[in-house]
C-alpha cells in the first residue's frame, strides 16, 4: 500500500485503459471502499451498479455529448446512485464513496476517471440520468450523481505538482 500522503499526490484521472480485465479481488476492495465511506446519519444510502458489458458501456458512454466518451474503453464502470427520498445529503454521500473507490482503486494500480451525470444533459429534453436510467433500470427514488470509469491505466498520468497548489485559497482566522 501506497502512504497516503504519496497516494493524494499521484492519483490523477485516467481515461484511456488497457483490455486487462480488472481482478475481481480488486473490484471487489473497491466497492468496499464504497460501502466503508461516512455518510450524513449513517443511513448508507447510496447504491452502485457494476457493468462490465461492453455494448452497455458503449451505450453509456453516449449519455452526454462529451464528457462521457471514455465510458466506452473502461474496464468497468460503477454507477454510484443516491436515494433523494431517504437524505437530502445524497449528493454529498454519493460523491464521498465515488471520491473513496477513486483513491482505492488508484492504491491498487488501477485508473479511474469520475464522470458526471447530475445536472448533466444529453439534449434539451434528456438528461444523462434518464439515459442510464433507462439502460440500467434503477428506480426513480434514485439518482445517478455520477460514474466512475475503472482500468488499468492506458496513459502515464504526472503526479500533481507540489509548485502549483492553491495556497492562496486556505485562509486561515478569516477570509
Ligand atoms: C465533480 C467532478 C466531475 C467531473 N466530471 C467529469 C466528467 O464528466 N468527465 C471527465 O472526463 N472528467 C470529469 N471529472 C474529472 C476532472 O476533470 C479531473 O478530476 C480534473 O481535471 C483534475 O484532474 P485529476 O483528477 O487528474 O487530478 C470530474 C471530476 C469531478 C470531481
Keep these: 500500500m501506497t502512504d497516503?500522503?504519496?497516494?493524494?499526490q499521484t492519483r490523477r484521472s485516467v481515461r484511456k485503459y488497457t483490455d486487462q480485465p480488472i481482478d475481481a479481488d480488486d473490484l471487489k476492495t473497491i466497492l468496499r471502499a464504497a460501502l466503508m465511506s461516512p455518510t450524513g446519519k449513517s443511513v448508507r444510502g447510496w447504491h452502485f451498479i457494476v457493468v462490465t458489458d461492453k455494448e452497455v458501456l458503449e451505450k453509456m458512454s453516449l449519455c452526454r455529448p462529451m464528457g462521457s466518451q471514455f465510458l466506452a474503453?473502461?474496464?468497468?464502470a460503477i454507477v454510484v446512485l443516491g436515494d433523494h427520498?431517504?437524505?437530502d445529503v445524497w449528493t454529498e454521500d454519493?460523491?464521498?464513496?465515488?471520491?473513496?473507490?477513486?483513491?482505492?482503486a488508484a492504491d491498487l494500480g488501477i485508473g479511474s476517471c469520475w464522470c458526471q451525470i447530475r445536472n448533466r444533459y444529453m439534449n434539451e429534453s434528456e438528461?444523462?440520468?434518464?439515459i442510464l436510467r433507462f439502460l440500467l433500470h434503477y428506480p426513480q427514488n434514485l439518482v445517478a450523481e455520477c460514474v466512475i470509469?475503472?482500468?488499468?491505466?492506458?496513459?502515464?498520468?504526472?503526479?500533481?505538482?507540489?509548485?502549483?497548489?492553491?495556497?492562496?485559497?486556505?485562509?486561515v482566522g478569516k477570509y
Aim: hydrophobic content about 35%.
Design 4 to 8: 497516503f500522503k504519496t497516494l493524494v
Design 73 to 76: 474503453e473502461a474496464n468497468v
Design 85 to 87: 427520498e431517504l437524505t
Design 94 to 104: 454519493a460523491s464521498i464513496a465515488a471520491v473513496t473507490m477513486q483513491y482505492q
Design 127 to 130: 438528461s444523462a440520468d434518464n
Design 149 to 171: 470509469g475503472l482500468g488499468y491505466p492506458a496513459q502515464e498520468r504526472k503526479p500533481q505538482n507540489e509548485d502549483s497548489l492553491k495556497w492562496e485559497n486556505v485562509h
